[in-house]
């Protein structure tokens, strides 16, 4: 819904605090309440769902063989255990969300590119392989199922993060000069990140408030925000990719500049201070995602 001028004056006053007062009184790092559960699609190779204020998401992990040495030049590689390669994907259901495909582009801004680039940079592909130049084709996609109150972005990413950990292959018994022969227990598996493995990126939304970073926005935050994008970081800790989004400013037309007192942009020193911010948030992050998932393995067992 729309805001009005002196709500959102007074909500961007309260952000401005040292330490930040946030409309539903959650610390900088907090994130609004969730419930998650994982492996819910049963002819899926991993997925995941996630209930949030932000709005509901599921993900679904598709894994096929693929003859990657038909897209190499020498024969010799053609023998090698070859890589794998993963494609994204994002739609929303528009029975439920009554959102259209270009209003979901420009809630997400091509972040599936980014998580493409960022489980390539962590080296996802080359785990992929098989043998012979075959390799493991991954097709994740990501499905919003009701109307987002906010952003969703870090809505999208925790789902992503669980659906990829749960995300299990069949174990290959056949030689890597061979053809591909897998094992039909599913049972003898192989987790697609073992324990000995990075793990999945994430990406986290931040806004910028004077001084204060905020993770996990409301869309009232958005609205006052200076600056808003994501950041994306890797499993080793490093940051793969930022991204600037929208803010929600618009909703009261070509009066916000007057109302942010005409600020003008973000300086460089505390742009980067926002990203550091949110990356000095993702180890307790999936710290937690974690946590969740060995819950749920105790559970099981």
Known sequence: MPYSQPELSFISSS?????PIRPDLRTSNSFRPLRAETEILPFTNGSARIVSEAGECIVGVKAEVENFAEHMED?????????GG????????AGSTGLKEEELFNLVGGWER??????????????????????????IDILLLTTPASNP??????????????????????????????????????????????????????TLHGENSLI??????????????????????????????????????????????????VDRSRWFSGIRYAASCAPEVRTALENLLAIEQAMES
Not at 75 to 83: L, P
Not at 86 to 93: C, F, L, N, Q
Request: proline content about 7%; some cysteine.
């Open 15 to 19: 952000l401005l605090n040292t330490p």
């Open 75 to 83: 024969v010799v590689s053609k023998t090698a255990r070859g890589r």
């Open 86 to 93: 993963v494609e994204v994907g994002i739609t929303a259901k």
């Open 114 to 139: 980014t998580l493409e680039e960022g489980l390539r940079e962590d080296g996802i592909e080359d785990r992929l392989g098989i043998g012979r130049g075959y390799g493991w084709k991954l097709y």
């Open 153 to 206: 972005i870090t809505l999208l990413s925790l789902t992503t993060y669980l659906a990829l950990r749960t995300t299990r292959l069949p174990n290959p018994i056949s030689e890597p000069n061979e053809d591909p022969l897998f094992n039909d227990d599913w049972d003898q598996s192989l987790p697609l990140f073992p324990e000995d493995t990075t793990r999945p990126p994430l990406t986290l939304l931040v």
């Open 216 to 265: 996990d926005p409301t869309a009232e935050e958005i609205a006052v925000a200076e600056a808003c994008y994501t950041v994306t970081i890797g499993g080793n800790g490093k940051v793969m990719g930022v991204k600037t989004v929208e803010t929600s400013g618009h909703i009261v037309g070509d009066k916000l500049d007057t109302w942010l007192g005409g600020r003008g942009g």
